[in-house]
């Protein structure tokens, strides 16, 4: 359960605002898999930008936004106003919203609700915290190759050496992002609450009120409730809206009394997380960590933290496997961060995924049913069940996917490649229908490509990238693909109905993936049948091994070894 929602009871001034107990935090997921690459929906005055969008759909009749009329608006392409729907739909606080829920060919006429669709493009103007700088710059420098396998190229739009620290004390922690996403949101608190108020009819044009139902869509920004898995809606919190008779419809409120009490809160949540994070690092035992969930799985005892409300951290798995299933996991969330040459099986259904910093890996996750983000990682195969996902600054990796949208490329990629999705585990095809994912519908080769220049990112970019096109993926050669086989570890455990891949594979795929069977069948019969002498047979024994043993280093399917050396 969630924290109670309490007034406070101090009565020092008989007008105060009571502020709640509970701190209230800013919705992530948004903030990390909201934000677009596209130029024109950066807007240098948010509320002049977004006035004409409010203006033009205020009306009841109009409450919501399809993708034609918002690329008419905007100005922008019609793929992109179909991804702004696609993403603002992946991360809305409201399930029970038409579009999440709607088939993919139903996205477009659809549309958005206008205030989610504001409070969406307003924060794409929104800056994420910069990595902390590292103490030891040489350490840094050591950490990656002078000369990659890029042709010595290294990207000034990839701070991979920061990632390649492989520590996260130079990362910014959950507790440092929730400070730095709340500050934001004190910043442009009056801007946002102009946009979702509406005029008093009769009185003067400074008159803005709040309804109850435009205050509960803040709830696509903010929240309570603190370690349970149930969210408070807002209107319960708010002191103005708390009592109100579910059968009456709330009177509106003036918004400066929204905004008061929500600074108040705000500033309140700032001060408690501070309190924490400081108690923390002065090594004071009762400190308590806003990165409570995070721990580190490591080579000698892979192991995740977890937390209902954060994600599961798997974190720093070197030469080894890591394996979790749906029993295994208390989070919808899944975070790997800093993975090197190792294996990693998430088999679960989850709503968000992001992959960041991971090298020389294969990294299977089941079924996502909301976004995966995959980050600065090199040489990584990852396999891929989702709604969506979206690459960025990543280098010579191969994605294997089963995606119901397509595919989004951003940043600084260079030589990616996708193919089909290719494995499966007994309970994958249950995993797909409760998140939502339609096996029948694979866009994994439909792949939209935006923006090298990252525009929420703070850091400074060298002159004249900002007209480099971005980079798109090729397609995996038919004859360089593969089926992926899953281990049953959970052989006694397992209740799933999976026996093969769920996403049909495309003719040139199957054709190939035939003739490798039909080869190999032949190529077994014929050793079975070859006259040899035990000497030969040694021989020839010998001889496969070596361009198995070959084969599985320059495929990277030695890594599935690692799996086999931990049973």
């Known amino acids: 359960m969630a924290d109670p929602i309490e007034p406070s009871t101090s009565s020092s001034d008989p007008n105060s605002i009571p502020i709640p107990t509970a701190i209230l935090h800013p919705r992530r997921e948004p903030f990390e898999h909201g934000l677009l690459t596209i130029q024109k929906l950066i807007f240098n005055d948010p509320v002049q930008a977004l006035t004409p969008l409010k203006q033009k759909f205020a009306s009841p009749s109009t409450q919501r936004v399809d993708s034609a009329a918002l690329a008419e608006l905007l100005q922008i392409s019609f793929d992109h106003s179909r991804l702004v729907l696609e993403t603002l739909a992946s991360v809305l606080h409201s399930e029970p919203d038409p579009l999440v829920t709607a088939l993919p060919d139903d996205v477009d ?89 509406e005029h008093v009819e009769g009185e003067s044009e400074e008159s803005l009120v709040l309804t109850m139902e435009g205050f509960e869509h803040l709830g696509f920004l903010i929240q309570f409730g603190d370690k349970g898995s149930e969210v408070v809606p807002l209107s319960q919190a708010a002191p103005f809206f708390a009592n109100s008779d579910p059968d009456m419809p709330a009177a509106p409120v003036p918004v400066s009394q929204v905004h008061d009490w929500l600074l108040q809160t705000i500033a309140s949540s700032l001060e408690s997380i501070t309190e924490k994070v400081s108690a923390k690092e002065n090594g004071s035992p009762s400190g308590s960590d806003q990165d409570v969930a995070m721990a580190d799985a490591t080579p000698s005892s892979a192991k995740a933290s977890l937390s209902a409300r954060s994600p599961c951290f798997v974190e720093g798995v070197s030469k080894s496997s890591y394996v979790k299933q749906a029993s295994d996991l208390n989070s919808s969330s899944v975070k790997v961060i800093n993975c090197h040459d190792s294996t990693i099986y998430i088999l679960a259904p989850l709503r968000y995924a992001i992959i960041y910093g991971c090298s020389d890996a294969t990294i ?109 993926a090729t397609c995996l050669d038919p004859d360089q693909f593969t089926n992926f086989l899953i281990p049953n570890w959970f052989e006694n455990e397992s209740t799933g109905s999976t026996k093969d891949n769920p996403f049909p594979l495309p003719d040139a795929y199957m054709t190939s993936q035939q003739r490798n069977q039909k080869n190999l069948s032949e190529i077994k019969q014929m050793l079975r049948e070859a006259p040899l002498e035990e000497n030969r047979k040694r021989e020839l024994s010998s001889a496969l091994h070596v361009y198995f043993k070959d084969w599985l280093y320059a495929s990277g399917n030695i890594r599935q070894l690692y799996c086999l050396q931990g049973d």
Not at 115 to 138: C, V
Not at 391 to 418: S, T
Request: charged share 20%; net charge negative; proline share 5%.
């Open 109 to 197: 006429s659809i549309g958005a609700d206008l205030r989610d669709l504001i409070l969406f493009l307003y924060i794409q103007s929104y800056k994420r915290l910069l990595p902390r700088s590292h103490k030891d710059s040489a350490a840094v420098a050591d950490v990656w190759p002078s000369m990659s396998a890029f042709d010595g190229y290294l990207s000034a739009l990839s701070p991979l050496q920061l990632v390649r620290s492989n520590s996260r004390r130079f990362m910014p922690s959950q507790a440092d992002e929730e400070v730095h996403q709340l500050s934001y949101l004190q910043k442009h608190l009056a801007n946002i609450l102009s946009l979702l108020s």
């Open 364 to 472: 299977v996750l089941g079924a996502v049913g909301k976004a995966v983000r995959v980050e600065h990682c090199e040489r990584v195969h990852v396999i891929i069940a989702a709604k969506r996902v979206c690459i960025a600054n990543c280098r010579e990796c191969v994605f294997f996917l089963g995606v119901n949208q397509r595919p989004l490329f951003v940043g600084d990629n260079h030589k990616l490649q996708v193919a089909p999705y290719n494995t499966y585990y007994s309970q994958l095809e249950e995993h797909l229908t409760e998140v939502g994912i339609v096996s029948t519908i694979n866009r994994w080769d439909e792949a939209l490509s935006i923006s090298v220049i990252d525009p929420h990112d703070s850091l400074s970019h060298p002159a004249g990238v900002s007209d480099a096109q971005p980079e798109s």
